[in-house]
């Protein structure tokens, strides 16, 4: 899986999300709810580096596997939306046979 970009924008997506849900889920209810914002830093710096790489990674692969206009878009798009980038694994990243 490590072995193309694809493979390795596949497992930073995974990453970005599962990031993105912690964050929102856990970190975020943590600061505002009980008043514990120490996961804030930490969490948010790990999604911010996470965030950075998948775009850098989804524009390497759009020019590398010479992907449409409209693929680039909602492979960014899956980034800003919870659960997003799992659904772009599954329906974007996949390699074609």
Known sequence: MFKTNLGLLRIIGLLEGVSYLVLMGIAMPLKYIWDK???IYSTGMAHG????????FVLLVSYQLKWSLNKCFWALLASLVPFGTFVADKRLFRPTA
């Open 49 to 56: 580096l996470l965030f950075v790489l998948y775009v850098f």
């Open 37 to 39: 914002p120490e996961f």
